[in-house]
């Protein structure tokens, strides 16, 4: 049974980090790529970045880029979300998702197959 158990969430004042973590079981990291997903109420799910264990590229949406930053650890199959400068815009529940596949670019969520159950993030004073 393919389980996706994202952690890391929490309260932050702007300008803070957090690390999300997404531990992924039940599947091989054979061509497995990882996405981050947010999602704040009242709007539509958000791409954020994805890494791919098959070759180790990541992607990001600008949205996110120079702020964030993804990365795996194969022997654990996990992946982490270091975020950093937050800022209250970036209140969500975020979610991580796994498919089979080997990017070229930050794949939308529709490509995607398992996802966990989300963190919720807050930044404020």
């Known amino acids: 049974q393919v389980q996706l158990v994202e952690s890391g969430g929490g309260l932050v004042q702007p300008g803070g980090s957090l690390r999300l973590s997404c531990a992924a079981s039940?599947?091989?990291?054979?061509?497995?790529?990882i996405g981050w997903f947010r999602q704040a109420p009242g709007k539509e799910r958000e791409g954020l970045a994805c890494i791919s264990f098959s070759d180790d590229e990541t992607y990001y949406a600008d949205s996110v880029k120079g702020r964030f930053t993804i990365s795996g650890d194969n022997a654990k199959s996990t992946v982490y979300l270091q975020m950093n400068n937050l800022k209250p815009g970036d209140t969500a529940v975020y979610y991580c998702?796994?498919?089979?596949?080997?990017?070229?670019?930050?794949?939308?969520?529709?490509?995607?197959?398992?996802w966990g159950q989300g963190t919720q993030v807050t930044v404020s004073p």
């Open positions: 039940g599947l091989t990291t054979d061509y497995l790529t």
């Open positions: 998702a796994a498919v089979r596949d080997v990017p070229f670019e930050l794949l939308p969520d529709s490509f995607y197959d398992y």
